[in-house]
């Protein structure tokens, strides 16, 4: 299974939007990894008010055209930006449901990833549609998600800064993995409740999300 980030169609808009991003490449990741056979392929789009929100509707037209699936995600308030004011631009899950409802009849389902992406099907068609809400749909009671960033930080939480230092175990017991799963499992008691994510204030957490890990 592979997630890809798209979140517009137009090469400009693109650009403009990852900075220094060629649409054309991640559409050529896509067909890759089609014929490269994985099981499941998800597009990520982040929708922004004014900025991308008139193209859900052509994302999920190519999602479907690729039998693939898509979710929309709310923005989070993670790193300093400068070029958008984030409560201004925000565009809420129920704004892009309404959206696609004009067009399809979305159908809620049960199924789930493991995350905390609400999922639904379309009739005949293979695609789901998920939804990540962290702010009109707070998940947080439901979150099992942790990640590991390229330093080795275990980070409990995005919108916290509660992270548990894995590159220490490995390098002091190379040959027993042990202690790493000890860590592992005593860092979900240190599992942060929820998010602090604020629109409307300057971001607490510096971090940007390719810093981020997966």
Do not use: W
């Amino acid at each position: 299974r592979v997630n890809i980030s798209l979140d517009t169609l137009r090469p400009e808009r693109f650009r403009a939007l990852t900075r220094v991003g060629d649409l054309q490449n991640t559409l050529n990741g896509i067909e890759a990894a089609l014929n490269a056979g994985f099981e499941r392929i998800k597009l990520n789009a982040v929708i922004l008010k004014n900025r991308n929100h008139d193209e859900v509707i052509d994302l999920v037209d190519f999602a479907i055209s690729h039998g693939i699936d898509i979710s929309f995600i709310e923005e989070m308030p993670l790193g300093v930006i400068h070029d958008h004011d984030r409560a201004e631009v925000f565009y809420s899950s129920d704004d892009i449901f309404s959206d696609l409802n004009q067009r399809y009849k979305l159908i809620p389902t049960t199924e789930s990833t493991g995350g905390p992406s609400r999922y639904y099907r379309l009739i005949g068609h293979s695609t789901r549609i998920g939804f990540i809400s962290p702010h009109s749909h707070n998940f947080c009671e439901q979150c099992n998600r942790v990640r590991l960033t390229a330093e080795g930080r275990l980070l409990l939480c995005l919108g916290q800064e509660n992270s548990i230092d894995l590159r220490r175990s490995v390098r002091a017991n190379p040959l027993d993995d042990a202690p790493l799963r000890k860590a592992i499992l005593d860092s979900m008691h240190h599992k942060p409740r929820g998010h602090d994510f604020d629109l409307n204030e300057q971001p607490v957490i510096f971090r940007h999300m390719n810093t981020t890990g997966g």
